[in-house]
C-alpha cells in the first residue's frame, strides 16, 4: 500500500495551497481517508476526514471554514484545499487511511488508521 501526498509548499498567509494523496494497492473506495499534521515538538494533529463515500466530512475546529477535504474514488486521490491560511498552519502533513473509519472521535486518533503517506511540507509566511 502506498500513500503518494503531494502539493505542500510556500506560501504566504492569507494565500492557499491544494494537497493530494494518491493511493495505489489498496481498494480505494472501501477506505475513509483524513488528514494530519505535525508541526515541530508536537503530537500529531487531526484535521480533516471522510468517508469512503464522500458523502459524511469532520474537520478540526481549528480549519473548520477554512480547510476542505474531498475525494476521487476514480483517481484514488483524496484532496486538501486550504485557503486563508496562517502561521499556525505550518506543518507536515499527512494523508491516512483506515478501513473501519467512521465519523466519531475514534477518526481523530492516529492509531486508528492503517496505512500513512510520507508527508508533505507546508510553510505559511507571515
Known amino acids: 500500500v502506498q500513500l503518494q501526498a503531494s502539493g505542500g509548499g510556500l506560501v504566504q498567509s492569507g494565500g492557499s495551497l491544494r494537497l493530494s494523496c494518491a493511493a495505489s494497492?489498496?481498494?480505494?473506495?472501501?477506505?475513509?481517508m483524513a488528514w494530519f499534521r505535525q508541526a515541530p515538538g508536537k503530537e500529531r494533529e487531526f484535521i480533516a476526514g471522510i468517508d469512503w463515500s464522500g458523502s459524511r466530512t469532520v474537520y478540526a475546529d481549528s480549519v473548520k471554514g477554512r480547510f476542505t477535504i474531498s475525494r476521487d474514488n476514480a483517481k484514488q486521490t483524496v484532496y486538501l484545499q486550504m485557503n486563508r491560511l496562517k502561521p499556525e498552519d505550518a506543518a507536515v502533513y499527512y494523508c491516512?487511511?483506515?478501513?473501519?473509519?467512521?465519523?466519531?472521535?475514534?477518526?481523530?486518533?492516529?492509531?486508528?488508521?492503517?496505512?500513512w503517506g510520507q508527508g508533505t511540507q507546508v510553510t505559511v509566511s507571515s
Open positions: 494497492g489498496l481498494t480505494f473506495r472501501l477506505y475513509g
Open positions: 491516512a487511511a483506515d478501513r473501519q473509519w467512521y465519523p466519531d472521535e475514534k477518526s481523530r486518533v492516529p492509531d486508528d488508521y492503517d496505512y
